[in-house]
């Protein structure tokens, strides 16, 4: 599966958007984009995937480039409960998920 | 709908003991997945599984660990005689059968090892 690429930390101001970013340069043509969130020691929390097209769903949307080299994950409206650490994975359907590092998003007051 | 259960939450085992962590994917689900979480660390994949077979093992230790899902029951990790090192939590995961080829995969909340 490809290597993502995201940023160690984000802060956002509650009620605002959240936009996190994802470089997957190496991302090959079945591979799909997912995102997931740990929400302190819970378990992940599936938010979102996709292929080529955005995609939208209650939690967030995803914008996958044209290239489909990057991709950015969207949360319209922060709030404090959505502080959390975020997972970019590329992976083709049925193979295990490999978690990096992810995006610690600290959603501020 | 329930989602993915996993019991116990906590398990506090002695060195040389054996723990025994249970799984019960989401209905309708035929593929459990496992990952354990180091302390202060990512998630690692350990082992897949569909319906009385394994499909992909590839982390998981040689020794001591094992895991099953068998036609009738919930999916088991056993971990034979267990060290300090083993303390982490153990997360289950839960997929239904492959759709368009992607399917998500669905987490329960774990269950926290630890050996003293």
């Known amino acids: 599966d490809a290597k993502t690429t995201q940023p160690p930390s984000m802060d956002c101001a509650e009620g605002r958007a959240a936009n996190l970013p994802c470089n997957h340069s190496?991302?090959?043509?079945?591979?799909?984009v997912y995102w997931y969130r740990q929400i302190h020691s819970q378990g992940p929390q599936y938010i979102i995937h996709?292929?080529?097209n955005n995609e939208t769903n209650e939690m967030a949307s995803l914008i996958i480039t044209e290239d489909r080299k990057s991709s950015t994950l969207i949360l319209p409206h922060a709030t404090l409960r959505d502080t959390a650490v975020y997972y970019c994975?590329?992976?083709?359907?049925?193979?295990?998920?490999?978690f990096g590092g992810g995006t610690r998003l600290m959603v501020k007051p | 709908n329930a989602g993915v259960m996993q019991n116990p939450r906590h398990l506090v085992r002695r060195r040389g003991q054996e723990a025994r962590l249970r799984c019960s994917p989401m209905?309708?689900?035929?593929?459990v997945y496992w990952y354990r979480q180091l302390p202060e660390e990512g998630l690692k994949f350990m082992v897949y599984?569909?319906?009385?077979?394994?499909?992909?093992e590839s982390g998981m230790p040689k020794e001591r660990f094992s895991a099953e899902f068998p036609k009738e029951g919930p999916s088991i990790l056993r971990i034979q005689q267990v060290v300090r090192g083993d303390s982490a939590a153990y997360f289950c995961?839960?997929?239904?059968?492959?759709?368009?080829?992607?399917?998500?995969?669905?987490f329960g909340p774990g269950t926290r090892l630890t050996v003293t």
């Open positions: 996709g292929l080529k």
């Open positions: 599984l569909q319906k009385e077979n394994i499909i992909d």
């Open positions: 995961a839960s997929s239904p059968p492959l759709l368009r080829g992607s399917y998500e995969q669905y």
């Open positions: 209905k309708g689900h035929s593929h």
């Open positions: 994975i590329v992976r083709v359907g049925g193979n295990m998920l490999t």
């Open positions: 190496t991302i090959s043509g079945n591979e799909y």
